[in-house]
């Protein structure tokens, strides 16, 4: 989880905010995903949030559903994410967003942080898992050296806010709209309220996806956060790139566009 203070310390002496897109283990194929992660690790990601694809997602909208079902359709598993996460490891930082079911049901707990960290990840995000159940995870996890990140949302009262804050590791997730993924028309206005208050309880970065469609809104949410996650607009180009050179372009580009918008503010 070092790897995650690190990447954010570089970016803020940077003068902006760490930059994190997101990926869907083996989408839209396994050689495709191959080649997004690299354009990742080649086009200014400070970390990389590696998706393991689900059937019955809670957190995902559309496009990452969709993107979801085709890999599983196409082959990938658990073992599919564990190999992307190898290959780009040593030169980014990876967090896996992964649900629970998956954590527990391929050898429990311990078996997948080990080869989690076997495969050179920071960390990971588990949407589904409530605070209360969270301990063993995150004990397990912190043996190894991982991270669980928290997700705090809008709905998220303040007390409950403060108790995520106080035991969060790596960084803070901080979701910009109520609902699933996917690309909104404009930021919510009462973000910047939102991750000011949660900067101030939490001890390590905040970031913030959900909705983050154009380089101008990852710019504008960069404003007042440590982080800018880009999901659903990435996972699009991917599938809409027509073979794995054409995906690494699509994304490669629109990272270097978001790297330039973060300069411009």
Do not use: W
């Not at 050689?31 to 694809?53: F, I, M, Q, T």
């Not at 495969?119 to 043996?143: K, W």
């Not at 007390?159 to 993924?181: D, H, P, W």
């Amino acid at each position: 989880m070092e790897r995650i203070e690190v990447a954010f310390r570089v970016a803020e002496d940077q003068g902006r905010p760490a930059l994190m897109p997101y990926m869907m283990a083996g989408y839209p194929d396994r050689e495709s995903s191959l080649a997004v992660a690299e354009s990742y690790a080649d086009n200014g990601a400070d970390l990389v949030e590696l998706g393991v694809p689900f059937s019955d997602p809670l957190a995902d909208g559309p496009t990452i559903h969709a993107a979801a079902t085709a890999a599983l359709e196409a082959g990938a598993t658990l073992e599919t994410a564990f190999e992307l996460c190898e290959a780009i490891s040593g030169r980014v930082p990876v967090v896996f967003m992964v649900y629970a079911n998956m954590v527990l049901a391929h050898g429990g707990v311990g078996e997948f942080a080990r080869r989690a960290a076997a495969a050179g990840a920071a960390g990971a995000i588990v949407p589904d898992l409530p605070l209360e159940e969270a301990e063993p995870v995150r004990a397990a996890f912190a043996e190894l050296g991982l991270a669980l990140v928290p997700l705090i949302a809008p709905t998220t009262p303040p007390e409950r806010r403060a108790q995520i804050c106080a035991v969060a590791q790596g960084f803070v997730y901080v979701v910009s709209t109520v609902g699933t993924t996917g690309e909104r028309d404009e930021i919510p206005p009462q973000l910047a309220a939102l991750v000011t208050a949660t900067k101030a309880e939490a001890e390590v970065p905040v970031a913030v996806g959900f909705g983050i469609g154009t380089p101008e809104q990852a710019a504008q949410v960069g404003e007042v956060a440590d982080g800018v996650i880009i999901g659903s607009r990435l996972v699009r180009a991917a599938g809409e790139g027509g073979g794995p050179e054409a995906a690494a372009s699509a994304v490669g580009s629109f990272l270097r566009e978001t790297r330039a918008a973060f300069a411009r503010r």
